[in-house]
């Protein structure tokens, strides 16, 4: 089954303690993305990727870091959480043009 | 820089009754645009695409979009709406690959018995 998987799905933590959500997809896509969903602002893009070691920073990066060494994962790294990162996080694949974009089924993450 | 625009934040629409939600996107080339549907606490399944050919789009659940470019839209309906669909409906705006996918705030849709 074509699908994208995040890990944790919820998370708490405490400010300034290093986290990492993992992301993975068994579709072989060569685009991948991070979105954090906050009410009434809907998702804003975090970082992307278009392939192996190439990433770039979307709308909102500020506090984030993210790898691609292996096409299938794409995890999101929190060097030093803060409260105001408390969200809810959505990564996301996508083939070459003209495929829909496929989205893991979110991380709930509290910074406290 | 490409953005979207969905006017309305809640709808609520009685079961059986039709259902348009409105979405403005702002994008300098030919855009490649999307509805998403999230029921609570679930992840984001597309609706419907559009990228080029017919205007008119039939999408899973009954639901359609039509693209105008003239009006900057892509509205999405359905003849009769179902209490299931009661969730929040994104429009999102796409470039070559996705990895620029811009998303609207959203629109909650209540149904009413």
């Known amino acids: 089954e074509a699908q994208v998987t995040q890990n944790p799905r919820y998370l708490i933590t405490v400010t300034g303690k290093k986290l990492t959500v993992t992301c993975s997809q068994n579709?072989?896509?060569?685009?991948m993305s991070w979105y954090r969903q906050d009410p009434g602002l809907g998702l804003r893009q975090i970082y992307y990727?278009?392939?192996?070691?190439?990433?770039d920073k979307g709308d909102v990066p500020e506090g984030y870091k993210v790898s691609r060494k292996e096409k299938r994962n794409f995890p999101l790294i929190l060097e030093s959480p803060s409260p105001n990162q408390t969200s809810l996080y959505f990564c996301?694949?996508?083939?070459?043009?003209?495929?829909?974009?496929?989205f893991g089924q979110g991380t709930r993450l509290t910074v406290v | 820089a490409q953005s979207v625009t969905q006017p309305d934040i809640h709808i609520t629409v009685s079961e059986g009754a039709s259902l348009e939600l409105r979405c403005n996107y702002s994008?300098?080339?030919?855009?490649?645009l999307f509805w998403y549907v999230q029921s609570p606490g679930q992840g984001l399944q597309l609706l419907l695409k559009?990228?080029?050919?017919?205007?008119l789009v039939q999408g899973i659940k009954g639901f359609e979009a039509e693209f105008k470019r003239s009006q900057s839209s892509f509205n999405l309906r359905k003849p009769s709406v179902h209490w299931s669909d009661a969730a929040e409906y994104f429009c999102?705006?796409?470039?070559?690959?996705?990895?620029?996918?811009?998303f609207g705030k959203g629109t909650m849709l209540l149904v009413s018995p």
């Open positions: 579709m072989n896509h060569e685009y």
């Open positions: 994008y300098g080339a030919t855009p490649y």
């Open positions: 999102a705006v796409g470039a070559i690959g996705y990895s620029t996918l811009t």
């Open positions: 990727s278009m392939n192996v070691e190439v990433t």
């Open positions: 996301a694949s996508s083939g070459a043009e003209n495929t829909e974009a496929f």
């Open positions: 559009y990228f080029s050919g017919d205007t």
